[in-house]
């Protein structure tokens, strides 16, 4: 199966590894010299296969083992109190679940690393495009740059959620990141001072409207609608950026764009037609192309992560998390008879995690964004600016789909509050393992909730503390000088 739009070759592989990497990136074996059949920087543009190659090294970098290749959601979510580790393993996130990262931990550097990297990758390419605008045609160009914007976007959106204060602690007044918009080649650049988190947001949300604007309505197969981005992909991803700022009347007309009905079914009428899908383990188990699908992750048997850096081996073959009986999983919103209770296996009378239950070579592909996640995020801001009708159907579509015969306690409807209080639990049921419980807790300013067992525990970390971010990463401290 090829992903993306054409596989790249190794040579222009390493070529792009060359150019995104800053010296403030780790560097990995065998990329630090280029072989002498590989293009130059200088001819990299010149034709419109090469130029397609681009674009899909900076789909190649988002896809980074750290990042969204799936470890990048394991980090955020074993944060959360809903996972309980069994093997302190600091190779496999227990500095995470155990808030105890410091600037050297693996984990953070290659988090760091990869993030920039993808930055750093469309930089390249729309500074590129604008210096060789006759290779490909106008429209082309302008669809491959709202492509790079939109992951530019994304990485940004990761990281500085992550690596900064919440923005809703002081409407992103804090020092957030190193804010790189240009094409970097070499370390001529590396001192740069963080932007507010404030200007962070305020560059994810222009790439994102941006790219809105160029991006195709859909492409001609499903599985290009699910790995490329599209409109509807932007118009998602500003849902998630909106909701993390407490925009919610931004959050609803974003939402409105793709979720144009009051009541359900709801669905997309515009290009790529989005809709929940009958049971959820279809778009885990046998179909990872589905209309629910927004932005995935493909895996293929010659591109795919093995062992330790696979996100199914963590969880489900290697089981070193099983899932907290005193979270979610004991929670009545999450019945017995709830489909997604298949998501889960039983071992040694505990509770594991198979949402990604591919065996190894590990082809499950890793969700970005699914459209039952921007039902949610309407669903929430539809509550906090007053529409509970219209919040409750959003829910119960959501919820309904796994679970018909649940009926919510009459105290869920009665307000606001119980409204939200019932969305937040059904995240956590239906975004599990997709990373979201620490962002979610984050920008609703909340302590990350002690956890563990007889064996391990992590205690509480409050909202004030200094890990409740993660810290900045040394390969970031030793190069740049104004962090």
Known sequence: MTTYITKINKPLLLLLVALAGLSSCSKKEGLDTIPETTISSANV?????????????????????????????????????????????????????????????????????????????ANILIDGLAKHPNVVTAAKSNQYIAEAKLLRALSYYSLVTAFARPYNENNGASKGL?????????????????????????????????????????????????????????????????????????????????????????????????????????????????????????????????????????????????????????DAQWGASDQRRQLTRTVSGKQYFKKYAKPSPFLDYIPVIRYAEVLLNYAEASAKVGNLELSKALLQAVHGRSDASFIFPEATFSSASGLINAIWKERRIELLGEGFRSNDLQRNLLPIPTKGDSNLQAPEVGVTADNYIFPAANTELATNKLY
């Open 178 to 330: 190193p804010l790189r918009l240009l094409a970097e080649t070499g370390t001529a650049n590396n001192d740069l001072a963080r932007s507010s988190v404030a200007v962070i947001y305020a560059q994810i949300l222009k790439d994102l409207d941006e790219a809105e604007v160029n991006l195709p309505d859909n492409y001609e197969s499903a599985l290009l609608n699910t790995t490329r981005a599209h409109k509807s992909t932007a118009i998602a991803l500003k849902t998630r950026v909106y909701l993390s700022m407490n925009q919610f009347s931004k959050v609803v007309d974003e939402a409105k764009k793709i979720v144009p009905q009051t009541t359900a079914p709801f669905s997309t009428l515009n290009g790529v037609k989005h809709i929940l899908q009958a049971n959820i383990f279809t778009i885990f188990d046998s179909d990872y192309t589905t209309a629910e699908s927004i932005l995935s992750m493909p895996m293929t048997t010659l591109d795919s992560y093995t062992g330790q850096s696979a996100i199914a081996y963590i969880y489900n073959t290697n089981l070193e998390y099983y899932l907290n009986p005193n979270g979610i999983l004991g």
């Open 45 to 121: 543009f010149d034709t419109p296969q090469r130029i397609e190659g681009l674009v899909n090294g900076i789909y190649k970098g988002l896809k980074a083992a750290s990042l969204y290749g799936g470890r990048y959601l394991l980090y955020e979510d074993v944060r959360g109190e809903d996972f309980i580790n069994l093997t302190a393993n600091s190779y496999t996130a227990y500095e995470s679940w155990s808030n105890s990262y410091s600037s050297g931990s693996n984990d953070i550097n290659n988090l760091w690393s990869a993030g920039y990297t993808t930055i750093n990758l």
